[in-house]
């Protein structure tokens, strides 16, 4: 009966992450304190600030994106922060692609970073070379490199 | 170890585009510069400056001045042959080298802060920012016991003398700082707007009410040049210094990096990339 509930369950489960996607579940990390997160068929790459990376950053007051349907190679710069403290910090693409849409709410309200970092996206890029998201670190090794700052 | 870099009257468009080969290679040490100058006036913004909203554009193009914008943060200044740079780009683990007991301060309300002992990830732009006048520009400056951090800028009392930047990637910082010896009254006032967002210290004054001029306190800028490299050669724990050629430095602009500063073209109204003999067109 246990074997029976246990297939059950994993069947479950299974058929859930198919039908969404094991990547919807799965948030990555870029070494430059971005967070990003694939769509299920592998063309739109949503990035946003690590929560880490706000911390670091301190009270952020500016924020500049791309415009839409620039293209960026992985590693360009594609915007900058700045905080209160006449500090830059450069963004750059976590993965290659064209600009897709930019979070305008951000550029009105930068603190929106600071306050909820984890749900406010900056930029969406339409991948053009999906194998780049395997250079990404995931949450585990994320958690690691961050403990090296601490 | 720490590499010296001295330059006299040296491009301070130049002097950035080196700046950024440095700071945005891995592992390239930590560096002071130091320059005495740039031989034409210039306007340089911040990285996130619009040109328009801070330059007065046709007056400094009908004077035949360029505007820059720099690869790292803060605000405007024309800069002259008479405006000192000067640049610290460290490796995070070397400042807590030299400083082990400099402390993170983070404000949690109003009346409390908290003061944590430092590791690398809790260096705050502040902290740097704190660092950079209690422990580095207050030797300079020793003799002005009004000496100060006002906000992100070094003042006497209320007046500012010099306008600071920084940078932070994952492993270093960089604060660079254009201090005033001497200015042109008459560029500062036509050539910048008055910022929308000012520091609360400034109290809306003009430029000349705001700024002060160092030679109305040094003699020279060489008396400061001074200062600044006794006050190197006293950090703590004495680190090895060593002084280096511009040909030293121009080795690092052929590693491949991200370029963000630029220049404002004028016909265009936009910013381009420089395109210069650090950085020519690819055939």
Known sequence: MNIIKTGIKQSLVSGIYSKVGIRAFCTHYSAELEWVKLSDDNKVATVGLSSFGAQRLGKINYVELPKEHRKCRREEKFGVLESSNATAFGLYAPVSGEVLEVNEKLKKSPSLLNEDPANNWMVKFKVSKPDEFKKLMDSNKYKKFVQWYR | ?283
Request: with cysteine.
């Open chain 2, 1 to 283: 170890m720490i590499r010296l870099l001295r330059l006299n009257r040296f491009p301070i468009l130049k002097q950035l585009q080196i700046e950024e080969a440095l700071y945005r290679t891995p592992n390239s040490g930590n560096w002071i510069i130091i320059n005495n100058g740039t031989p034409e006036p210039i306007v340089i913004v911040g990285a996130t400056g619009k040109a328009d909203k801070l330059v007065n554009l046709d007056e400094v193009e009908s004077r035949g001045i360029q505007t820059m914008k720099r690869f790292s943060g803060g605000g405007t200044v024309v800069a002259d042959e008479n405006t000192l740079f000067t640049s610290i780009l460290f490796e995070f683990e070397t400042l807590k080298q030299l400083f082990p007991t400099m402390s993170s301060t983070t404000t949690t309300t109003t009346t409390e802060t908290t003061t944590t002992s430092i590791n690398v990830g809790n260096i705050y732009p502040k902290d740097i920012m704190n660092w950079s006048a209690n422990s580095f520009y207050k030797h300079v400056f020793q003799e002005q016991l009004d000496f100060r951090l006002q906000e992100n800028d070094y003042a006497f009392g209320k007046q500012k003398f010099g306008g600071n930047a920084q940078s932070f990637s994952k492993h270093k910082f960089l604060h660079h700082t254009s201090f005033l010896y001497d200015f042109k009254d008459d560029h500062m006032m036509a050539c910048l707007k008055q910022p929308d967002k000012i520091p609360e210290y400034r109290q809306n004054r003009d430029h000349l009410s705001f700024l002060c001029k160092l030679k109305d306190r040094y003699q020279s800028k060489d008396h400061i040049i001074n200062n600044l490299l006794k006050t190197i050669n006293n950090l703590p724990t004495s680190p090895s210094i060593k002084e280096v050629t511009l040909e030293e430095a121009e080795q690092f602009l052929l590693n491949p990096h991200p370029k963000s500063n630029q220049l404002f073209d004028y016909n265009l109204k936009n910013w381009k990339d420089i395109i210069n003999e650090y950085n020519p067109i690819k055939n």
